[in-house]
């Protein structure tokens, strides 16, 4: 396959134009993923390979659902889809596949993109280190290995250099936890500011409203 715009609009304007075909892109990324040290907790293959096959489908007769039909999405794992366990980094949930998908990756499945899998985190996404010692620990590409840092692991943003184009990820704590903590008094909390922004369940939380 040629090289790939790097963007996820770019990936969807290829698509809209003929230049890319999404089931072809689909498989390269469920390669890659296949291939990564760590990096997924669990792939949606069948499922990744239906909706490439369907966009492509929409992309002969002209009709597209918009300018990212067809980009290949990654989702943390604290994202409930259909069929998948929700693990959240950790051996203690996860036991029962999810009945459906959460809100987020039901409207993205609607715009067209198309969910490869669930990516690795820190157990319970808490942790500002990016370590699992469950799943194992995904390292940034290119080398040398560095650990993603944060409670999320951070998949590549393009097929040239990692699996998932569009990498979906949750941060519950880190981005609020690291400036409040070295604050004096010693163990400032700090709000969280996009409470209330979407519906909390799924995906998991792992606090409410304080850090």
């Not at 770019?10 to 809209?16: D, L, P, V, Y």
């Not at 792939?43 to 966009?55: F, N, S």
Request: charged share 20%; proline share 14%.
């Amino acid at each position: 396959m040629p090289a790939q715009p790097f963007t996820a609009l770019a990936i969807g304007e290829a698509i809209r134009r003929g230049e890319l075909d999404p089931v072809a892109l689909t498989r390269q990324c469920l390669t890659r993923a296949t291939d990564s040290d760590a990096v997924f907790i669990s792939l949606t293959e069948q499922r990744a390979l239906v909706e490439a096959e369907a966009c492509a489908e929409r992309q002969r007769s002209g009709t597209l659902r918009g300018p990212l039909d067809g980009v290949p999405l990654a989702w943390k794992d604290l994202f409930d889809i259909a069929g998948t366990a929700t693990t959240a980094g950790g051996k203690v949930l996860g036991k029962t596949p999810a009945e459906r998908d959460a809100e987020a990756v039901r409207h993205t499945a609607g715009a067209g993109m198309v969910c490869i899998g669930k990516t690795n985190l820190t157990e319970i996404a808490y942790s500002g280190l990016g370590l699992n010692p469950h799943y194992g620990t995904p390292h940034h590409t290119p080398p040398p290995p560095r650990a993603s840092a944060k409670a999320e692991t951070r998949t590549s943003p393009g097929p040239p250099a990692g699996p998932a184009p569009a990498p979906r990820w949750r941060s519950p704590k880190a981005s609020c936890r690291p400036p409040s903590a070295p604050t004096p008094p010693a163990r400032c909390a700090s709000p969280r500011p996009s409470m209330g922004w979407c519906p909390i369940v799924p995906p998991r939380p792992a606090t409410r409203a304080w850090e």
